[in-house]
């Protein structure tokens, strides 16, 4: 089987939307994409930090899914990283409340010795140093690296997250980010500005308005599902990548039409993180829900037409 490697903070979120909001639950964008991968064959392994205060049951979560744990270092006395936000209206915008950078503010990310030869390496959003860090720590050099990160690194740590772009195949962003990275307000010029930044494929979220995958002169898009209900955002992005990853790995394929399948499947995964708040229905999840929904994107999106 192959093997993933993904890097991002494991945290609790508190989450208010129009519909409803919640106390502390499980979060964290390492989180999501071990999720959301777990659903293909692959040896997965996250690497992150938490407090003691971690609850047990959250762990024995990720290590039911087949996840490998043992990259995540909880850190005695310490507290996990927090956020709280709360979402708008139309769910597209939201206000952050509470960020408490708590154990992560220190976090020197070890990775597990039996993972040092990766296939894929999902780098999820985090500090660019940090990304670095674990490139730094490969002894192989990994079949595909994929990179998430934010305007907030944009705005705090420009040239460190330059340097990390110059060394990552993929790169997914939303438009927003996109167009701040490459100064540019066309997603045809960001994506061929970024690509010249050094990854070879950029993929930019665009939400409840689906997915943009660019390859040199190449573009494909990818719809998201209309879903008759969508309760809370939070995690949709990660899942998606989890999913583009996982199935990436899993097909060993590293190719633009390959990356076309990762892009539905990523975006078929986050499809179902949006119904429930936190990672409540990626937990009970089944591959045979999954296949269902796959044959109704199939059926958005093919048809045929005469020329």
């Known amino acids: 089987m192959n093997k ?27 989180t999501y994409i071990g999720l ?10 996250i690497v992150s930090v938490v407090g003691d205060d971690f609850p047990q049951k959250h762990l024995d979560l990720l290590t039911s899914k ?10 005695k006395g310490g507290k996990t990283f927090f956020w709280s936000g709360l979402y708008h209206n139309d769910l597209n915008s939201r ?8 154990v992560l503010a220190d976090f020197q990310p070890k990775v597990p010795q039996n993972y040092k030869d990766a296939d894929v390496v999902m780098l999820g959003n985090l500090h660019p140093l940090v990304q670095s860090s674990v490139l730094d720590q490969m002894e192989k050099k990994p079949k595909l690296v994929v990179l998430d990160t934010m305007n907030f690194w944009m705005d705090c740590a420009l040239p460190e997250l330059l340097e990390v772009i110059k060394r990552v195949d993929v790169i997914t962003i939303n438009d927003e980010e996109a167009r701040q990275l490459s100064g540019e307000y066309s997603l045809v010029k960001a994506a061929a500005k970024i690509q010249e ?20 002169r190449e573009v494909f898009f990818a719809p998201a599902l209309p879903l008759e209900e969508v309760f809370d955002p939070t995690g949709a992005g990660d899942t998606f990548a989890g999913g583009f990853s996982g199935f990436i790995a899993q097909s060993e ?9 990762a892009i539905i499947y990523g975006s078929n995964l986050a499809s179902f993180c949006v119904e429930k708040f936190g990672t409540e229905r990626m937990e009970t999840l089944s591959k045979a829900e999954v296949a269902i929904r ?10 045929d037409i005469e020329i």
């Open 95 to 102: 206000d952050t409340l509470v960020t408490e950078l708590n």
């Open 66 to 75: 087949n996840i490998d744990i043992s990259g995540i270092e909880i850190v």
């Open 4 to 30: 993933l490697l993904i890097v991002g903070t494991v945290a609790f979120d508190a989450i208010e939307t129009p519909f409803g909001k919640t106390d502390k639950i499980l979060g964290g964008a390492a």
């Open 197 to 216: 930044m050094g990854p070879k494929y950029v993929v930019i979220k665009k939400g409840e308005h689906g997915a943009l995958l660019f390859h040199n």
């Open 294 to 303: 796959l044959q109704q994107f199939k059926s958005l999106t093919q048809f």
């Open 253 to 261: 394929n590293i190719s633009f039409g390959n990356m076309k399948n």
């Open 36 to 45: 959301s991968a777990s659903f293909f064959n692959l040896q997965s392994a």
